[in-house]
């Protein structure tokens, strides 16, 4: 019979099951080790193999759906090419196998509306399509970061260039017609989140990780007309204008890109991740949002924080300013949107809005005074600003919404999936796209 004490000593014995390498395809196994446990042999062993046995039909589930996923993937190509008028009546099943549809499985087909797939990539694509629903076609990629890309945004202007926020800790500045990385700003000691172009002056205001927010000049020279049309790459300015700048040779390339490696203004008010930043109308002031749940509005000309902007119980994911006028909304993990109003500068109004179920990953503002949210519960709203109370229309989807991209003159939503589909719209609900989605990943 066990004594007191033998039972106080094995009260402090305790189970450890350790994760270590097994000779079985290399995988991780669950092992008991006998020192560490108080449990017979047999019954260890026995565990054991259980695990090795729930971990085999695991993997065995996991294998079959991935299949699955494929022929799914593979039958919805084939069901929106068909309806796009693209199959002639000839369709090739998941199996590669040609066969001529018949007349009533068209009439299904036209009825059957797929889920879109799309990848996740940072290219860009045309729109010109038979019907109402086009399918994107690739015309140009920007290749040279080396992590994910978070942000894409364009400059305003005559000559606009494509901004690029990474988490490879640069943003970069492109050349639109040709491809050409034109600049390197390398000033961030944390991934970039966001990348906002000044409505005027030639600035450019970036968000980071390492909690803050630099504003530096993006002077660039594009390729002319006969350089384009040659397929020559452009060169940049000489950099002279650039503070904390300098040239150098990718790889013995023709190529120079300039390198920015200080900003002109640094603003380090936040004490958590800084994950975006935009424009008030106007140029003189920005505001910034950070997972520290709180907004801030700062002056760049007198480098001065004008005002805090607090209320949400959570992490910020976004904030956007209105073109025009006045106006900021931020959006937040807490489910919930806020529209801050600072048209009358001696008081400012906050309306709060509770339009989702699930963290609301972006709210931008859209042509015609509209906003558009986007949120982790799968769906996509579009409110006025008139009238913020019920959204005016509403866009379900099967995952959920990354950060929103809106376009000023098309009105077109870009809607970005955690499946690494693209998804297109209008600002009332229907969908007139999608990217063709063609590897799993892609680089910019």
Same mark, same amino acid.
């Given at each position: 019979m066990p004594t007191e004490g033998s039972m106080k000593k094995a009260s402090k014995q305790r189970l450890s099951i350790r994760r270590s390498h097994s000779s079985r395809d290399g995988g991780l196994r669950h092992r008991v080790y006998e020192n560490d446990s108080i449990l017979p042999i047999e019954i260890r062993s026995r565990l054991q193999k259980l695990f090795e046995q729930i971990e085999h039909e695991f993997e065995g589930v996991y294998a079959e759906n991935l299949a699955l996923q494929d022929k799914v993937e593979a039958l919805t190509e084939k069901l929106e090419a068909a309806q796009l008028g693209r199959t002639d009546g000839v369709s090739t099943d998941v199996d590669g196998n040609t066969k001529v549809k018949s007349k009533a499985s068209n009439q299904i087909s036209q009825l059957i509306r797929p889920k879109s797939r799309v990848a996740s990539g940072k290219n860009v694509f045309s729109f010109k399509g038979p019907s109402s629903t086009s399918l994107g076609q690739l015309v140009r990629s920007y290749k040279g970061h080396q992590d994910g890309v978070w942000e894409v945004s364009v400059s305003k202007g005559e000559n +606009?260039?494509?901004?690029?926020?990474?988490?490879?800790?640069?943003?970069?500045?492109?050349?639109?017609?040709?491809?050409?990385?034109?600049?390197?700003?390398?000033?961030?000691?944390?991934?970039?989140?966001?990348?906002?172009?000044? +409505?005027?002056? +030639?600035?450019?205001?970036?968000?980071?990780?390492?909690?803050?927010?630099?504003?530096?000049?993006?002077?660039?020279s594009l390729p002319v007309a006969s350089q384009i049309s040659e397929g020559?790459?452009?060169? +940049?300015?000489?950099?002279?204008?650039?503070?904390?700048?300098?040239?150098?040779?990718?790889?013995?390339?023709?190529?120079?890109?300039?390198?920015?490696?200080?900003?002109?203004?640094?603003?380090?008010?936040?004490?958590?991740?800084?994950?975006a930043a935009d424009w008030i109308a106007g140029g003189k002031q920005i505001v910034t949002a950070s997972w520290d749940r709180s907004a801030n509005i700062y002056d760049v000309e007198k480098s001065t924080t004008i005002q805090s902007l607090t209320g949400h119980d959570q992490d910020l994911t976004h904030c956007s300013t209105h073109p025009s006028q006045r106006l900021v909304v931020t959006s937040s993990t807490d489910t919930t949107f806020r529209l801050w109003d600072f048209r009358d500068r001696s008081i400012h109004s906050v309306n709060v809005f509770q339009g989702h179920t699930d963290a609301v990953t972006s709210a931008s503002f859209a042509p015609n005074d509209k906003v558009v949210s986007g949120s982790d519960d799968r769906s996509v709203k579009v409110w006025d600003l008139k009238n913020m109370r019920t959204p005016i229309a509403m866009i379900r989807t099967d995952s959920a919404v990354n950060k929103l991209s809106i376009s000023p003159t098309s009105h077109v939503i870009a809607i970005p999936h955690d499946n690494r589909h693209i998804r297109l719209y209008d600002l009332n609900g229907v969908r007139i796209g999608r990217l063709p989605r063609s590897n799993r990943q892609v680089q910019v």
């Open positions: +606009p260039v494509l901004g690029t926020a990474s988490a490879d800790r640069s943003a970069r500045l492109w050349s639109i017609e040709t491809g050409t990385c034109l600049l390197q700003y390398v000033g961030h000691s944390g991934s970039v989140n966001s990348i906002r172009f000044h +409505p005027k002056e +030639p600035l450019v205001l970036t968000a980071s990780g390492d909690s803050t927010a630099h504003v530096w000049k993006s002077t660039v020559n790459r452009s060169n +940049p300015s000489s950099g002279d204008d650039l503070d904390g700048s300098d040239k150098e040779d990718q790889d013995g390339d023709s190529e120079n890109i300039i390198y920015v490696k200080t900003a002109q203004c640094v603003i380090g008010e936040h004490t958590g991740v800084v994950i």
